[in-house]
């Protein structure tokens, strides 16, 4: 074999004949298919309103006037998220707002989300993360990590690895993928010419981004609203440790099987068999921190916070402090004029403030569907075709739970959305067929996060598609992956939700 060693830019290369049509052709194939889905959604969606309008004229249906309203401005908001382009964060906070103007959610029950553990949780997460980005620990772990690869295959799993790790750093998938971009960019450099390998490492970085967040309690904001909507109906919830537990195995088995998929469809075994050497200097180029030599004081003291922080969450039986707390204490830290690496307010600037109210908003919406018992009637209205399967009614449900939370990226695009829509109706449906209400919505997370099939589908998607304002896959790519990778995310979510994590402490059954 030899030995190839890439530093260069890459030269321009003509666009290959027909490679226009067939994106364009993939493009429409994409909205086909879309147009089909987002239909059946809007048949469903009529489907209940009329049903919602019956039963409130009917005062035995169940569901009572809340409930009705509640479930009304529910299927409104979920049609506005699917066929509109409004933004996400004002059709849920209009949505809330309808409910207390109708007596149907108290004014304090909507305020009183946004001061939540789990939104502080989030925020003091983010300034730690910022404090983080700002030492150059995440550039120089990856370079680390991604110089030590001498072929594809060990680039690829080396950097799939180090996207694992960035779960624990970064608060959101779009905030890694942030972190990840110039990483791919100085990548691009160094593996000039290599036009195979380059693609399959673009389509990697937010695929693993995507699959991996499952692997912690603030990998996505849908965790956290799973949690607090279990909370609010059952009186359990998730921790940092549990979350850790069940969901890191996961992450880890996932992002490698991708990466071996990516591997095999976009190279060939010739392509992947050569050797490489990414040079440390052409990391360097893109980063405003030095990736060698010994750690920078402030690079030491965030991997001193950063691992303190972590383990607090992880012991929280031991010592009792709350994970928002330790989150408070750890920003405070970060952003300390003496000790830390980012100012306070430039912390606060980075987060994602939208992305805040936005998990309020749907909060207080998943809470009102609990409370006015507007979930409970709409499971009602399916239990019966599955209550007939008898036996095969509890392991039917779960896979139709795994394989609904898979496909529903194609019709609603937030991930939280999903969670808000999806998780209510899972935990009042589990028990009427004998399952575990914490054990579904974990499956119904866990399989949210496979949202690869089109570039709108997930923001990492978006931005590592146009990376640098140069294409580096098309729509068609994308379908390819998502013809095999949402067949194997299925399975493994199924095969955890059946073998392994009963095994951990989640049992499927009672």
């Known amino acids: 074999m030899t030995l190839i060693e890439h530093s260069t830019t890459p030269p321009r290369t003509a666009k290959a004949p027909g490679t226009a049509p067939v994106a364009d052709a993939g493009a429409r194939a994409a909205a086909r298919r879309s147009l089909v889905i987002r239909s059946v959604a809007a048949t469903v969606g009529l489907t209940i309103a009329a049903a919602v309008v019956l039963a409130a004229r009917q005062p035995d249906a169940g569901l009572s006037p809340q409930g009705a309203v509640t479930l009304m401005v529910f299927v409104l908001a979920v049609w506005l998220w699917i066929f509109t382009s409004i933004d996400d964060t004002y059709i849920a906070l209009g949505a809330a707002t309808v409910l207390v103007l109708t007596g149907t959610m108290e004014t304090g029950e909507l305020f009183s989300t946004l001061g939540e553990e789990t939104i502080w949780l989030l925020l003091a997460a983010f300034v730690i993360a910022a404090g983080v980005r700002a030492s150059g620990l995440a550039n120089r772990g990856a370079a680390f990590i991604i110089t030590g690869a001498t072929t594809p295959r060990q680039l690829a799993h080396l950097t799939t690895l180090a996207l694992v790790v960035t779960t624990f750093a970064v608060p959101s998938t779009s905030g890694r993928a942030a972190l990840a971009l110039p990483v791919f960019l100085a990548l691009r450099q160094a593996l000039a010419g290599r036009v195979a390998l380059i693609k399959a490492l673009a389509i990697l970085f937010p695929s693993v981004i995507l699959l991996s967040a499952v692997g912690s309690f603030l990998g996505a904001g849908a965790h956290l609203i799973t949690s607090q909507i279990l909370e609010t109906a059952t009186g359990s919830s998730f921790d940092f440790a549990t979350w850790l537990l069940l969901g890191l195995p996961l992450a880890l088995v996932a992002s490698h099987l991708c990466a071996e998929i990516v591997l095999r469809m976009f190279t060939t075994a010739a392509e992947r068999g050569e050797h490489l050497r990414i040079h440390v200097a052409a990391l360097e180029e893109h980063?405003?921190?030095?990736?060698?030599?010994?750690?920078?004081?402030?690079?030491?003291?965030?991997?001193?916070?950063?691992?303190?922080?972590?383990?607090?969450?992880?012991?929280?039986?031991?010592?009792?402090?709350?994970?928002?707390?330790?989150?408070?204490?750890?920003?405070?830290?970060?952003?300390?004029?003496?000790?830390?690496?980012?100012?306070?307010?430039?912390?606060?600037?980075?987060?994602?403030?939208?992305?805040?109210?936005?998990?309020?908003?749907?909060?207080?919406?998943?809470?009102?569907?609990?409370?006015?018992?507007?979930?409970?009637?709409?499971?009602?209205?399916?239990?019966?075709?599955?209550?007939?399967?008898?036996?095969?009614?509890?392991?039917?449900?779960?896979?139709?739970?795994?394989?609904?939370?898979?496909?529903?990226?194609?019709?609603?695009?937030?991930?939280?959305?999903?969670?808000?829509?999806?998780?209510?109706?899972?935990?009042?449906?589990?028990?009427?067929?004998?399952?575990?209400?914490?054990?579904?919505?974990?499956?119904?997370?866990?399989?949210?996060?496979?949202?690869?099939?089109?570039?709108?589908?997930?923001?990492?998607?978006?931005?590592?598609?146009?990376?640098?304002?140069?294409?580096?896959?098309?729509?068609?790519?994308?379908?390819?992956?998502?013809?095999?990778?949402a067949p194997v995310n299925v399975a493994l979510v199924l095969i955890f939700s059946f073998l392994v994590w009963p095994l951990l402490g989640l049992p499927l059954f009672p």
């Open 287 to 485: 980063s405003d921190t030095p990736v060698t030599g010994p750690l920078t004081v402030a690079e030491s003291r965030a991997a001193l916070l950063l691992g303190a922080v972590v383990v607090l969450w992880c012991t929280e039986p031991l010592h009792g402090l709350h994970p928002a707390l330790v989150a408070l204490i750890g920003a405070l830290v970060a952003a300390s004029p003496s000790y830390g690496s980012v100012d306070l307010a430039k912390g606060l600037k980075s987060v994602p403030w939208s992305l805040l109210l936005f998990m309020a908003a749907t909060l207080a919406l998943g809470n009102a569907l609990v409370s006015t018992g507007a979930a409970d009637w709409l499971a009602s209205g399916v239990l019966g075709p599955i209550r007939s399967l008898g036996a095969a009614a509890a392991p039917l449900f779960v896979v139709l739970v795994v394989l609904l939370s898979t496909v529903a990226h194609l019709v609603i695009q937030s991930r939280s959305a999903r969670s808000a829509v999806l998780i209510p109706v899972v935990i009042a449906l589990s028990p009427a067929v004998g399952v575990e209400p914490m054990a579904a919505a974990f499956a119904s997370t866990a399989a949210a996060g496979f949202c690869h099939t089109l570039t709108s589908s997930a923001k990492p998607v978006a931005m590592f598609a146009a990376a640098d304002g140069v294409e580096t896959y098309t729509p068609k790519d994308l379908l390819r992956l998502s013809s095999l990778l």
